[in-house]
Nanobody
């Protein structure tokens, strides 16, 4: 059974940084493509960053490209989302997900979800 636990959310001023972590428990971490999603109030959940099993391919939605960096440590079975130059519009609940994906990390079908962590960016 796979479980995902996010941490690292909080309140930060615009222009600041946060680092989210997602701890994976279970087997075969490297077979999973991992993704970060976020959901703002009244909006649909959106996938913002994806990383393939080896960590060699990453994909970002345009709104976070150049500001966020997705990485994974396959030894520690963790995924990270480094968020820099944060904006108020980045305010959302951030979720980690694991599932099937393609080699260039442009596609992910989540099977497992974390509980989410709140990120609030004040102006």
């Amino acid at each position: 059974q796979v479980q995902l636990v996010e941490s690292g959310g909080g309140l930060v001023q615009a222009g600041g940084s946060l680092r989210l972590s997602c701890a994976f428990s279970g087997r075969s971490f490297t077979i999973y493509t991992m993704g970060w999603f976020r959901q703002a109030p009244g909006k649909e959940r959106q996938r913002i960053a994806t990383i393939n099993g080896s960590g060699g391919s990453k994909h970002y939605v345009d709104s976070v490209k150049g500001r966020f960096n997705n990485s994974r440590d396959n030894t520690e079975k963790k995924v990270y989302l480094q968020m820099n130059s944060l904006k108020p519009e980045d305010t959302a609940v951030y979720y980690c997900a694991a599932g099937a994906g393609n080699s260039d990390a442009t596609w992910l079908k989540p099977t497992y979800w974390g509980q989410g962590t709140q990120v609030t960016v004040s102006s």
